[in-house]
């Protein structure tokens, strides 16, 4: 059972890039995912999250109105499209999906990927 995440790499600022997240070894598609990110020297912090349904979807403040998280369960895929991205937002990414069904920020993450790395230049 593993979650891969892809589409990380190099943008200029104001930029986009779009991050997926396919799993793999069993079905996703009953529970709540969410992105991190680890930028450097700072601990690692949620970003956006979704219930399974997609019926609830939560960001952080520093992306909102940027970042749109989504996901396709007949694809047992999540995604991340970061449009207007800023230095700031450099950082490895990870995926991340809990055993449970309903999004909150508090919820614990049971399966992670291996992250992938996000570098905006100015």
């Known amino acids: 059972v593993q979650l891969q995440a892809s589409g990380g790499g190099l943008v200029q600022a104001g930029g986009s890039l779009r991050l997926s997240c396919v799993g793999s070894g069993r079905s996703f598609s009953t529970n709540a995912m969410a992105w991190f990110r680890q930028r450097p020297g700072k601990e690692r912090e949620i970003v956006a999250g979704?219930?399974?349904?997609?019926?609830?979807?939560y960001y952080t403040d520093s992306v909102k109105g940027r970042f749109t998280i989504s996901r396709d369960n007949a694809k047992n895929t999540e995604y991340l499209q970061m449009n207007s991205l800023k230095p700031e937002d450099t950082a490895v990414y990870y995926c991340a999906a809990s055993r449970l069904m309903a999004f909150t920020p508090r919820i614990e993450y049971d399966y992670w990927g291996q992250g992938t790395l996000v570098t905006v230049s100015s």
């Open positions: 979704i219930s399974w349904n997609g019926g609830v979807i």
